[in-house]
Structures are given as C-alpha cells and as structure tokens.
T-cell receptor
Framework: KAGVTQTPRYLIKTRGQQVTLSCSPI?????VSWYQQTPGQGLQFLFE???????NKGNFPGRFSGRQFSNSRSEMNVSTLELGDSALYLC??????????????FGPGTRLTVT | AQTVTQSQPEMSVQEAETVTLSCTYD???????LFWYKQPPSRQMILVIR??????QNATENRFSVNFQKAAKSFSLKISDSQLGDAAMYFC???????????????FGKGTKLTVNP
C-alpha cells in the first residue's frame, strides 16, 4: 500500500499571499488530520476530517481552513500568510473508526517558508 | 486540557546499549491511547509503539518497549540494543477516549532528540 503523500514538498510564499496544501491518505483511510510543526511550538493540531466532515479543530485563526473530498483526499488553505506561518505542515491518516483505526500514519510534510 | 511533557530535550546512548526516554501526561480520562513516534532527520514521522490505557501489560515491539504507569501518568520508552538508525526525535503522544465518531486528535510532547554514538 502506498503511504500518505503530500504535495508540494516545499513551498516559498510571500506575506499576504495564500497557499493550498494537499494530502492523499492511505487507501481505505477515511480520517485525515493536519498538524503544524515549528521549533518553538512543536507539533500543534490544526484540524481533523472524517468522511468529508470536520470532526475537530485546533486553536488556530480562521485564516487556516481545510476540506476533505469524497475520495478522502484533503486540502488545507492558509490565507493572508504571515511570517509566523513558516512551518512544516504534516498530514496524518487513519481508518477513523474502530479500535484499529486509532493509529495515525504521517506523510513527509510540506515545508512552507513565508518571506 | 490534556498535556504531554517530555522532560529530556536531548539524550545520547552508545551503540548496543539501552536508553529510556521519559514522558508524563495529564488527563482526567480513564480510557485513552498513548503513542511513541520517531521522526528521523528526513522528517517522516513513524509510529514506534502504542499502548491502550485499559491494558495493564506493557507494549513491546522488537527492541522497543514501554513502561506504562497509569496511576503515575507516566509512559516511558525503552530502546534496547541501540542502533545508529535509532537516532531521531522521539515524540510522545496522547489520544483521548475511543468514543464512537470521536476525534483522533493527538496531543504531542515537545520531543526528545536521541543521539546514538558509535
């Protein structure tokens, strides 16, 4: 089975721009979660989607949004980029239900640099 | 809110020796999951081991084992026969109760950077 894939792997944007990151989960996985990783704050939960519905949301401003498609692929969008949004954005997928569904598998991440 | 604390920002171990990474957490729940993830320099996060809170037996995966002390809210990771490939950041993570339709949000500790010396 192919693992979690994220595109693009690297991105450089300018302050004020917007960006869209994509995540394709492992085949059969219905839950996709997004995390932001920075040296200062560590790993912080952004949001989680299951069957196209947002199931949970972290404490991030409304500039951060996401969605999930019927094939479970997910996108996250950041509008009006700020320098502090520079981070590694990680996507994780899981089955989403049942006891075996609680293991999350991570993608390689998208490194976003805001200048 | 649940919190996860890793008190050792960095650790080092000699190849073939044993090292223990510490993790404590805070929760009011009685049922939950705990995980150790490994993030090598290439940045791909890999699940190392998981523990269900309702299980008293400590989880083991080859050279990796945990010491789960529920009352003390402690969840340490022991790596035996350390190998050069074990060098990485190690993150302890908490996941809340397995409610039907419930969130699978992970709460992570700050991580421990493990160096393996040849």
């Amino acid at each position: 089975k192919a693992g979690v894939t994220q595109t693009p792997r690297y991105l450089i944007k300018t302050r004020g721009q917007q960006v869209t990151l994509s995540c394709s989960p492992i085949s059969g996985h219905r839950s996709v979660s997004w995390y932001q990783q920075t040296p200062g704050q560590g790993l912080q939960f952004l949001f989680e989607y299951f069957s196209e519905t947002q199931r949970n949301k972290g404490n991030f401003p409304g500039r951060f949004s996401g969605r999930q498609f019927s094939n479970s692929r997910s996108e996250m969008n950041v509008s009006t980029l700020e320098l502090g949004d520079s981070a590694l954005y990680l996507c994780a997928s899981s089955l989403g239900q049942g006891k075996s569904g609680h293991e999350q598998y991570f993608g390689p991440g998208t490194r976003l640099t805001v200048t | 809110a649940q919190t996860v604390t890793q008190s050792q920002p960095e650790m080092s171990v000699q190849e073939a020796e044993t090292v223990t990474l510490s993790c404590t957490y805070d929760t009011s729940e009685s049922d939950y999951y705990l995980f150790w993830y490994k993030q090598p320099p290439s940045r791909q996060m890999i699940l190392v081991i998981r523990q269900e809170a309702y299980k008293q037996q400590n989880a083991t995966e080859n050279r990796f084992s945990v010491n789960f002390q529920k009352a003390a809210k402690s969840f340490s990771l022991k790596i035996s026969d350390s190998q050069l490939g074990d060098a990485a950041m190690y993150f302890c993570a908490y996941r809340g109760p397995p409610l039907q339709g419930g969130s699978e949000k992970l709460v992570f500790g700050k991580g421990t950077k493990l160096t393996v010396n040849p």
